[in-house]
């Protein structure tokens, strides 16, 4: 005990994070070995996994950074179709289907940071809802863009066309990756949740790394206030590209693991509410709160799926917790009863609330 | 921490109260396992959906409920459980139907079926729409659960997949046969087209109905699209009237379909109009004026105004249970049932078989020469093993606000 | 002669993506808030509406009354029951709970209005325009929507620069504090702001379902962003901004798709709009945001 409590608070901290993700993904390994796994709660792991990296990798950008964005589904579809395609074409190249999915998740992590500088570039010149429209434009640029791309492969490569899938003028035994509006179809699931789960870590291990390093003060700095940041020579421009790509390129991973776990997936999926939706895993962890976007993400994941038994009042019921939820968490007089209580049960551990510290 | 743990309480909290407060199924003939995200109940677990006390053979049906999608979801439910009602009452084979959300999302199927496969489910009645069908079927054909397809009409959803069958035509059927149509009875020489390029359904008619017009000598003068989100077509419809077309297909559904025959009236327009399937309900859209809808042509295999006894008697039970007119969706959910109950009655389905030997028994039965069923959408309807229907379309006019066979 | 018709059914598109636009930048430049919920109001109103003249035979203008009457009272419950225990919160938490209320708005519409589509008459059936020897055709709905995007636009002007209730709203848009100080009430002028803003969606209804005459549950969520876009476009805050910013919108959504591409038709809307942005940062008509040091 004495030990943990030498170290940093920060430190401490990060490790029960880390030690939540492990502790989860050994329950969740001791659970299929023995059978006791649901088929429905089976499926979801990986999406889960997905939406934990989505949610972090937002918070990063709103939370540390402190912008809004609303289009973070955007670098997920870039990640998710670079997978897809990635992974179609080194299937006769690569056997390994681990090495096959790393390969295709790096790709769909580098596309969506080059995406992210060339959106980045000119979006961080703006502040607040005008930044945030232009992300909102950007995710569904790419959305219209992809719905209306084909992409084929055959013998000589790759080919492309924004026509129709018969202008690609495949080879025989040419498949279609990419078809349109139909989205990639028949892709070989290779996605696990081992992957899953070490995807969560490296993200918990780039982003808490980044928020307790010299850059992540200078991020911060930059968000609790720009002028004074910049009159101690920190650059707001390279600092604000900084979290943003990472963001995006971290989103571009967590794309290409949901996109390589299902047979299918269209551009539609990736839309203004998929953005929204891991906004609101953010906003109800607690802007900031990397632990708090982990659990918020993996809850509301499994929530829609826990109300199956309502039947047609299932989404209402939904929509009716999510404003419940968001009023018990951020309105004064319930905050202090509910502080009150968990003092009562726990008088031992006093902790600093302020954001950004909590991870 | 303080603010991270007083959330998660109220979290646990709010979801507990929700999830405690379950009160069961609310809907009539379906019966939802209560807490059925844990269970992983048996296929021969007691069931509460047969009319006898017996067993009955567990059908899922995934479709969407909620969502811009709902109205087919929704629609083939209701006529899934009019004909459920029905088979239960012949006495014979009983059935219980177990239907979930999908939101028209690949990944909610995906959950959605795996709740069913949980519950128990022995024959899969779904999914309803494309996309969910191609991440839904994969996994159906893994796990070896025979799956009918009321209304997901891509090719790609039956292709390599042995037990997976389709109900409704497939897209590449919609278009080769409406090229041929308009070929064969010279309803037009120049062509426009106007389809929604983000929607599978529309993309792939229309690719299929191109290549098809190009063999037979039709000319396409004009080409646009629209995606879900448009409600404005004056430029779509401009662009066929300046480059002189005089028939307008439109591999689209009912509601942009309505959006485009009143703006094409408002610009004064008067163009021959050729539909596909999921036109059919723009008679029965409530309020519809249908004098916009006055000489449109439509290949659909469902009329909800046919006179035969079967049609009638279930259209009649329809208005009386969900006081609307089915349309084409809830047809096929109605003949997915009995396409499904007279396959297993011939193949001595019982419901203490596993899933696995109730999907050879079927695929078997689907695909002999033999079988062949008649119902609401057709008659005399053959699968081949692609999975692919084979049934005659009917060519329908819209004539003083009804269809008339053409 | 197809540029100006393409030019008039922009307008037409654009002024009703205005007269939306015009409520979310009213709530937005008082309450500070941005209201996702809106366009699921604005599908209320084009159902009750609907309600009122096809099932009940009401004369179309006591439908839109009673469009009107059902939005505010929406509007207020909704403010008091959502959005006012949140005054204190941080601005993300409200955008979050006003994202709840339209997922609830959709999803108690489908269970109370089913998911079959219902078509709208046109509550405007006076003939349309007739131009050059009827080669253009305005429709009556399009001059209804632009008269009355102009009504409301200069009505909340005057409302907002020249009554005591708009003195009371400038103050708590400028400094909440402050204006409390002041003797404002300041939950009392939220409330008003709501309430206009949601009467003003029950009319935005009305004219968006007669004009594209299709009701379903989720009918108001595009435009409801696209006029989200067409305020942030023409400076969010700013109220003839949003009415500019929208009609813009509109004639651009149909030129893109007249002389560039059908199918990029959303690309081009929301390029242009970005490129608008990195030239006026804060949209056409906003205010410079001058910085404290």
């Known amino acids: ?359 | 921490m303080k603010k991270f743990r007083f959330q998660l309480i109220a979290l646990a909290l709010v979801v507990s109260i929700f999830t405690l407060a379950a009160c069961g199924g609310t809907a009539t003939t379906t019966t939802t396992a209560a807490g059925g995200e844990t269970t992983t109940a048996a296929p021969d677990e007691s069931t509460d959906g047969s009319t006898d006390g017996g067993a009955a053979i567990k059908i899922g049906g995934i479709g969407p409920l909620t969502g811009a999608a709902a109205v087919y979801g929704n629609a083939v439910y209701n006529g899934s459980k009019i004909a459920l009602e029905e088979i239960n009452a012949l006495g014979d084979l009983q059935f219980e139907l177990n239907f979930q959300d999908d939101e028209h999302d690949g990944e909610k199927a995906v959950n959605a079926y795996n709740t069913l496969k949980d519950w128990g489910m022995q024959i899969l009645n779904g999914t309803v729409t494309t996309t969910p069908a191609n991440s839904v079927t994969p996994e159906a054909f893994a796990d070896r659960i025979f799956t009918l397809t009321p209304s997901a009409s891509s090719p790609t959803v039956v292709e390599g997949k042995d037990n997976v069958f389709q109900l409704c035509f497939s897209d590449l059927n919609q278009g080769i046969a409406a090229a041929q149509y308009i070929a064969d009875n010279k309803l037009g020489e120049k062509i426009a087209i106007i389809y929604n390029n983000a929607d599978a359904y529309s993309t792939g008619i229309y690719e299929k109905f191109v290549s098809e017009a190009e063999a037979k000598g039709l000319e396409i003068v004009s080409t646009t699209t629209f995606t879900d989100e448009t409600n404005d077509f004056t430029v779509q419809l401009t662009e066929a009237q300046n480059n002189g077309a005089d028939l307008l297909f439109l591999p689209i559904y009912y509601q942009p379909a309505s959006l485009v025959l009143s703006q094409a009236q408002a610009m004064s327009y008067e163009t021959k109009v050729f539909g596909v399937d999921g036109m059919d309900g723009i008679l029965t859209l409530e309020n519809f004026d249908t004098t916009l809808a006055e000489g449109v042509m439509l290949l659909t295999p469902f009329v909800a105004d046919a006179t035969d006894e079967r049609t009638v008697s279930f259209v009649e039970k329809y208005k009386e249970q969900f006081d609307e007119v089915p349309n084409q969706f809830a047809a096929d959910g109605y003949d997915v049932m009995y396409a499904l109950y007279e396959a297993a009655k011939k193949a001595g389905v019982t419901a203490d078989m596993s899933a696995e030997e109730i999907n050879d028994k079927l695929i078997e039965v689907f695909t002999s020469d033999d079988f062949s069923f008649d119902g609401l959408t057709g008659s005399g309807m053959t699968w081949s093993d692609t999975g692919e229907v084979s049934k005659e379309p009917k060519g329908m006019v819209i004539e003083n606000g009804a269809y008339v066979g053409m | 002669m197809d540029f100006i018709a393409y030019l008039i059914s922009g307008i037409s598109l654009g002024s009703v993506y205005a007269i939306i636009a015009l409520g979310y930048t009213m709530v937005y430049g008082i309450a500070k808030m941005l209201n996702f919920a809106h366009g699921d109001v604005i599908m209320i109103g084009g159902y009750v509406s609907f309600v009122a003249t096809a099932n009940l035979d009401l004369p179309p203008a006591v439908s839109i009354m009673i469009a009107v009457a059902v939005c505010t009272t929406l509007g207020i419950v909704i403010e008091k029951l959502a959005y006012k225990p949140l005054r204190a919160a941080p601005s993300l938490a409200v955008l979050i709970t006003a994202i709840g209320v339209s997922y609830f708005l959709q999803n108690a519409a489908l269970l109370i209005w089913s998911s079959n589509p219902k078509s709208y008459t046109s509550l405007f059936k006076f003939e349309p325009l007739k131009l050059l020897d009827g080669e253009l055709t305005i429709a009556s709905v399009t001059i209804v929507t632009v008269i009355t995007g102009v009504i409301v636009m200069t009505t909340l002007s005057l409302i907002i620069n020249k009554t005591k209730i708009g003195k009371a709203m400038r103050a708590v848009s400028e400094d909440k504090d402050a204006a409390q100080l002041m003797g404002i009430g300041v939950n009392k002028t939220i409330t008003i702001t709501f309430a206009i803003g949601s009467g003003l969606a029950a009319i935005a209804g009305v004219l968006l379902a007669s004009a594209y005459p299709i009701l379903t549950p989720t009918m108001g969520a595009m435009p409801g962003i696209k006029a989200f876009t067409a305020a942030v476009f023409g400076g969010i805050g700013s109220i003839p901004g949003a009415m500019l910013g929208g009609i813009l919108l509109g004639v651009i959504e149909i030129l893109g798709r007249a002389y560039i591409s059908t199918q990029l038709s959303d690309a081009i809307v929301f390029s242009v709009l970005i490129i608008v942005l990195l030239v006026k940062p804060t949209g056409l008509l906003g205010k410079k945001i001058s910085e404290k040091v």
């Open chain 1, 1 to 359: 005990m004495k030990k943990v409590k030498k170290l940093r608070k920060s430190t401490r901290s990060s490790l029960i994070t880390y030690g939540l993700v492990i502790l989860f993904f050994v329950i969740v390994q001791v659970m299929m070995i023995t059978g006791n796994l649901s088929s429905s709660l089976r499926g979801q792991l990986v999406p889960i996994a997905a939406y934990i990296v989505m949610a972090v990798s937002l918070n990063l950008t709103v939370g540390i950074l402190g912008e809004l964005s609303l289009g973070h589904a955007g670098f997920m579809s870039i990640g998710a179709f670079a997978g897809v395609i990635v992974s179609t074409s080194l299937e006769n190249q690569i056997a390994n289907a681990p090495l096959r999915l790393a390969v295709s998740m790096l790709v769909g992590g580098i596309l969506a940071a080059v995406v992210g500088v060339i959106v980045g570039v000119p979006a961080l010149r703006l502040r607040g809802d005008y930044l945030a429209i232009v992300t909102l434009a950007f995710g569904e640029i790419i959305k219209n863009v992809i719905n209306i791309l084909y992409v084929g492969y055959d013998s000589s490569g790759l080919s492309l066309s924004l026509k129709s899938a018969n202008a690609l003028g495949l080879e025989e035994g040419g498949k279609v990756v990419l078809n349109g509006p139909m989205g990639a179809v028949g892709i070989s699931r290779i996605s696990t949740v081992t992957a899953g789960f070490v995807l969560i870590i490296v993200t918990l291990f780039i982003v808490l790394n980044l928020m307790h390093s010299r850059s992540g003060r200078a991020i911060m700095a930059v968000r609790d206030n720009r002028i004074a940041a910049e009159s101690v020579g920190i650059s707001i421009t390279k600092y604000k590209l900084m979290a943003f790509v990472i963001s995006a390129a971290l989103a571009g991973l967590a794309g290409s693991l949901y996109a390589l776990n299902f047979s299918t997936v269209v551009a539609k999926k990736f839309d203004f509410n998929t953005s929204i939706l891991v906004l609101v895993f953010v906003v109800l962890g607690g802007i900031g709160n990397i632990r708090g976007s982990i659990i918020a993400a993996a809850v509301l994941t499994v929530l829609p799926e826990l109300l199956r038994q309502f039947n047609d009042y299932r989404m209402l019921l939904y929509a009716i917790i999510l404003i419940l939820v968001m009023i018990a968490t951020n309105n004064e007089k319930i905050k202090n009863l509910i502080n009150r209580v968990t003092l009562m049960l726990d008088l031992k551990t006093k902790n600093d609330p302020k954001k950004g510290g909590a991870a």
